[in-house]
């Protein structure tokens, strides 16, 4: 997901003041720093996503059959590999449709 500058300073002074409004929280440093490092780490995470998606596509448009995107199997693909790339950097992907249908 691409977000500009402004709406991640936007989001970061969000989150900074949700920690700041809890009780389980205590801060060692100033609230800018907090703040600070919540924009580098939303800009670091959006980066790493920008490079999982890049990853993704290349997968798909690398399959032998061309796959046109925005078809059912392109999304059913995407989702797949999306989830495959998130697992392998650690990261727990969001559980899909079909893991709602199996309960």
Avoid: C, N
């Avoid at 300073?9 to 969000?14: E, I, T």
């Avoid at 798909?60 to 950097?89: A, C, H």
Wanted: charged residues 40%; proline residues 1%.
């Amino acid at each position: 997901m691409r977000l500009s500058r402004e709406k991640i300073v936007r989001l970061s002074h969000q989150i900074t003041d949700v920690l700041v409004a809890s009780e389980d929280v205590e801060f060692v440093d100033d609230r800018d720093t907090i703040r600070q490092q919540v924009v580098l780490i939303l800009t670091a995470t959006l980066k790493e996503e920008e490079k999982v998606e890049l990853e993704v596509r290349k997968k798909i448009t690398s399959q032998k059959k061309e796959i046109l995107e925005s078809s059912e199997e392109w999304d059913v693909l995407f989702k797949k590999y999306y989830g495959d790339e998130l697992r392998r950097m650690g990261i727990a992907a969001a559980p899909d449709d079909r893991e709602h249908r199996r309960s």
